[in-house]
């Protein structure tokens, strides 16, 4: 206890000593993702020692505690964070400052708002701007493909055949982790209906609609997500691994390294986790074909990170002095490129990488759509209903569910 | 005492064993003691290995890469210096506050007041932290305990009810008389309690320690959201940066556990016979 009094002590007198060295402004800086942290630490300890007004600190204590700083009235000064519905009810509440002004929002991609704003806004207000997107699409293992002599399916009807291609030669065509309810909510319930709903339009309508959600209304789960829905389960039913039903994220990234099925529904996010025990393994990816026609492929993007500094914070001209610091192009373009994000600025010099250079395309001409899964408030449970409908729950009732819900949230709020 | 009489019995009775108990008493071990050895040998595996699908593999190359990890990226000797703070404060506010309230309660029990007082108490244990979440960030925000110091009291606070119950229950065995012949020597309240009373409430207050310390330690929710300085965070806070639904690192999160596990375990061990003491001397008293 001696031990850790004295360190207290220590620690006490270093938060507040210091007066005579210099008077620099102390700006803490929220950013929680895990395996970025060590770039953080060195990009704030960059711009730490480029200037003498501004100290940042960096805090990586995670979601639950920025959430009650807000409540408690010390939110950090600026936060970079994953963009979610979760962060949405700060921004709709008006908890987050403008940033319209700023020469960072001047360079973000106009066609990037709606995806942003898909959240929800605040009237006259640009209070979070995009500072990393990631892409996903179906990843594939390039040398059983080539092996095969099996090209990128661009149609529905070419993904088939070259799922029959891989079990005519003993191949599983993709590796399914359904234990985990997230992943097939990520992966093969949002490829399957992006790739044939347009999200956008869809969700603005059911919006709409509210409490008339229903077998009537305009659009639907139950309508516009049926035809989809069924496409998904035609290849869950076919050509996964056997045991999928009992698989978890980890034991699709440690059997996907190990060549054990040729796709993977995951995000970028997957990559590092393959890398961990087979690093030098060739991985493309190509968007999932769910029509007849190649215009219609278009990859699922998540904002992972956004940038916002909230209207409570005492320092806001240093916090934005640090966010024009974080989106220079150099700086932006590294941390993307080391966490093999997109870039949501207009000009990027990022040369991409192998694996996720199948992508760029639909990235550059805004072929995108945010996941169904990811734009239903949380209190609706659609990861478990996705799950059930994998395993074997009549899609029609699930779907009809979904919708009553959604209407009884739009009734409630 | 009780091990030497068993070792005794067994000796006597030359090679007689009782294999279904044997058999299940195992079992019990295994799933305390194979779990740990997963802990124990993922903590000095490599990345690669950690993430290999055989839990159950021994470590090779032995690696130390996910203690140095966690030493850093926790922040270590820091974190566990405040959930030291934490839990001393709490382990010993807990153990005077709540013998201070047994005694006068259980010496006044007919007085209505004290006795209303005690249901009050224990009224506390129906109410679970997340529901006073909000108020209570809000409201040690604006007193300024929104620190370890905040965590601390509202910790004791929490344990108070449970510890009043168990101190309470031990008081009523002490009997009356020991307490008048003090009071014949001339001895205050103040004085009957700290150089009598206390003292034979030694067992009761180590068990009442203990699970203070245990929940103490490793109590994540409120510190995680009373804090509101990174600095000044307890370690299972800190720790909570290895979980996430995206990347397993197996090999640092174990480490950073282990090393966090071991002043429980540590306590635990000293404090055990304590324990025992305790729940026997009642038993044989009562």
Redesign the interface.
């Known amino acids: 206890?001696g031990?850790?009094?004295a360190?207290?002590a220590g620690?006490l007198s270093g938060?507040t000593g210091d007066p005579g060295e210099s008077a620099k402004e102390t700006i803490?800086f929220t950013f929680?993702k895990?395996?970025a942290?060590g770039f953080m630490t060195k990009l704030v300890a960059d711009y730490n020692a480029s200037q003498d007004e501004t100290e940042v600190?960096l805090?990586?204590?995670?979601v639950?505690?920025v959430s009650?700083?807000f409540?408690?009235?010390?939110p950090p000064d600026i936060a970079l964070a994953n963009y979610n519905m979760e962060t949405s009810r700060f921004v709709q509440r008006g908890a987050l400052s403008d940033l319209s002004g700023t020469e960072a929002a001047s360079r973000v991609r106009e066609d990037l708002r709606p995806l942003m704003e898909q959240y929800g806004s605040y009237p006259g207000r640009t209070s979070a701007l995009p500072y990393s997107v990631m892409a996903s699409s179906v990843i594939y293992n390039k040398e059983i493909f080539a092996a095969n002599n099996i090209a990128v399916p661009t149609t529905w009807s070419e993904l088939i055949a070259a799922c029959e291609a891989l079990e005519a030669a003993g191949v599983t065509p993709f590796y399914a982790t359904w234990k985990d309810d997230?992943t097939i909510a990520q992966g093969w319930f949002d490829y399957s209906v992006g790739g044939q709903v347009d999200t956008l339009d869809f969700f603005k309508k059911l919006d709409a609609e509210g409490v008339d959600v229903g077998p009537e209304s305009s659009v639907s789960f139950q309508k516009d997500f049926d035809q989809p829905v069924r496409k998904m389960l035609t290849l869950a039913k076919s050509y996964v691994n056997k045991d999928a039903a009992s698989r978890a994220?980890?034991?699709g990234?440690?059997a996907f390294s190990q060549g054990k099925a040729a796709m993977y529904l995951q995000?970028p996010?997957?990559f590092?986790?393959i890398a961990?025990?087979a690093p030098d393994l060739k991985l493309g990816t190509f968007p999932l074909p769910m029509t007849e026609d190649p215009n219609d492929l278009r990859v699922r993007v998540n904002v992972d990170l956004a940038a916002w500094i909230p209207e409570a914070s005492k320092h806001k001209d240093a916090a934005r002095g640090f966010l024009e610091y974080l989106y220079r192009p150099e700086v932006i373009d590294a941390y993307n490129k080391s966490q093999l994000g997109f870039t949501p600025t207009k000009e990027t010099a990022n040369v991409p990488d192998p694996r996720i250079e199948g992508m760029v395309e639909y990235y550059e001409n805004g072929k995108v759509y945010q996941g169904p899964s990811v734009l239903v408030p949380r209190t609706i449970p659609i990861m478990n209903y996705t799950q059930a409908i994998v395993f074997g729950a009549p899609p029609a009732s699930t779907l009809r569910t979904l919708d009553a819900d959604w209407a009884r949230l739009a009734f409630r709020q | 005492m009780t091990n030497q009489l068993m070792t005794k019995k067994s000796s006597s009775k030359v090679e007689r064993v009782n294999w279904p108990a044997t058999t299940v008493l195992v079992l019990c071990a295994v799933t305390v003691l194979l779990p740990l050895y997963v802990t124990v040998s993922m903590a000095f595996k490599t990345q690669g290995q950690a993430v290999d699908g055989n839990a159950f593999s021994f470590p090779a190359p032995f690696s130390l890469e996910g203690f140095v990890q966690a030493w850093t990226l926790t922040n270590f000797p820091v974190g566990a210096a405040m959930s030291l703070l934490v839990t001393a404060g709490t382990v010993l506010a807990t153990i005077i506050l709540a013998a201070f309230a047994s005694y006068a309660i259980v010496r006044n029990w007919e007085r209505r007041l004290f006795r209303y007082s005690f249901f009050y108490l224990l009224g506390a244990m129906f109410i679970p932290f997340p529901v006073v979440a909000l108020p209570q960030i809000q409201l040690t925000g604006r007193l300024g305990l929104d620190n370890p110091f905040g965590v601390i009291l509202l910790a004791t606070m929490f344990q108070l009810s449970f510890s009043v119950l168990l101190f309470t229950a031990f008081l009523r065995s002490i009997p009356m008389e020991l307490e008048e012949s003090a009071r014949i020597d001339g001895a205050t309240t103040w004085q009957t309690f700290w150089k009598l009373i206390f003292p034979l409430l030694a067992p009761m207050s180590a068990t009442v320690g203990i699970f203070a310390f245990l929940y103490a330690w490793n109590d994540f929710m409120m510190p995680s959201l009373i804090i509101s300085d990174p600095a000044m965070q307890t370690l299972p806070v800190r720790q909570n940066l290895f979980q996430t639904q995206f990347s397993n690192n197996y090999h640092v999160s174990f480490a950073s556990y282990l090393m966090a596990m071991a002043p429980a375990i540590v306590a635990y061990l000293f404090t055990q016979r304590w324990v025992m003491a305790g729940v026997t001397q009642g038993a044989v008293k009562g």
């Open positions: 206890m031990l850790g009094l360190l207290l620690l938060c803490r929680s895990r395996e942290i600190v805090d990586t204590s995670g639950d505690v009650a700083s409540v408690r009235g010390n997230w994220y980890g034991d990234n440690l995000g996010w997957a590092s986790e961990k025990t």
